[in-house]
């Protein structure tokens, strides 16, 4: 069965760097989000994305944040200039179409020291 | 605004026997209904969802789920829980909103002792 991949799988970071969390969505989805967990709390929503722009995105995905599908497979999320609350586990989920539900991925566990 | 409310954060049962995840949601638009089930070190599985026509839906693992409009509630059920079942067990709703984001509530740990 198609996955939702992401890479790395753990990312270990110096507060102030930027750094790049990577998704390969499933091949024929059209829908790819981005959320958070943070140690102990709920999973939030951070963007959504479709036909190549943002469609959504929550109060947590400021002007540090940015989501890209440079090349048709790949969905990245770029934190620009990393903050020690932004330790967290980030999953990538994509979904074919509207009435269909979100496959996640193992998620990238980012820590920022 | 969407929310989910998961009442029991941890749920302690043994092996064999029954158990209840309980689920409760506000929504001022229709909704679709899911339960994720998150393993050890493990990302979030599709466990259930609910998006139209019966609203008992069943997973094939022994779980189910109903919708009930009336108490806004999709509480998860099975009826003999294995070991293998412990895990965190995530409700979470999305709208016909734009971007179907989903909204999860806090999890319950289900713990299945021998």
């Known amino acids: 069965e198609p996955e939702v991949t992401q890479t790395p799988s753990h990312q270990v970071t110096q507060m102030g760097q930027e750094v790049i969390l990577r998704c390969v969505p499933i091949?024929?989805?059209?829908?790819f989000y981005w959320y958070r967990q943070i140690l102990g709390q709920k999973v939030e929503f951070l963007v959504s994305?479709?036909?190549?722009?943002?469609?959504?995105k929550s109060e947590i995905f400021d002007d540090q944040f940015s989501v890209e599908r440079p090349d048709g497979s790949n969905f990245t999320l770029k934190i620009r200039s990393t903050k020690l609350e932004d330790s967290a586990m980030y999953f990538c989920?994509?979904?074919?179409?509207?009435?269909?539900?979100?496959?996640f991925g193992d998620g990238t566990r980012l820590s920022i020291l | 605004a969407q929310s989910v409310t998961q009442l029991d954060s941890q749920v302690p049962v043994f092996e064999e026997a029954p158990v209840e995840l309980r689920c409760n949601y506000s929504?001022?638009?229709?909704?679709?209904l899911f339960w994720y089930v998150q393993y050890p070190n493990q990302g979030l599985q599709l466990l259930l969802k609910?998006?139209?026509?019966?609203?008992l839906v069943k997973s094939i693992n022994g779980f189910e789920a109903e919708f009930n409009k009336s108490q806004t509630s999709f509480h998860l059920r099975k009826p003999s829980v294995h070991i293998s079942d412990t895990a965190e067990y995530f409700c979470?709703?999305?709208?016909?909103?734009?971007?179907?984001?989903?909204?999860f509530g806090g999890g319950t740990r289900l713990m299945v002792k021998p």
């Open positions: 609910y998006l139209s026509g019966s609203t």
């Open positions: 979470a709703v999305s709208g016909d909103n734009a971007g179907n984001m989903l909204t």
């Open positions: 989920a994509s979904m074919r179409n509207s009435n269909q539900p979100q496959h």
């Open positions: 929504s001022s638009v229709s909704v679709y």
């Open positions: 091949s024929n989805h059209l829908y």
């Open positions: 994305f479709y036909n190549n722009e943002i469609s959504e």
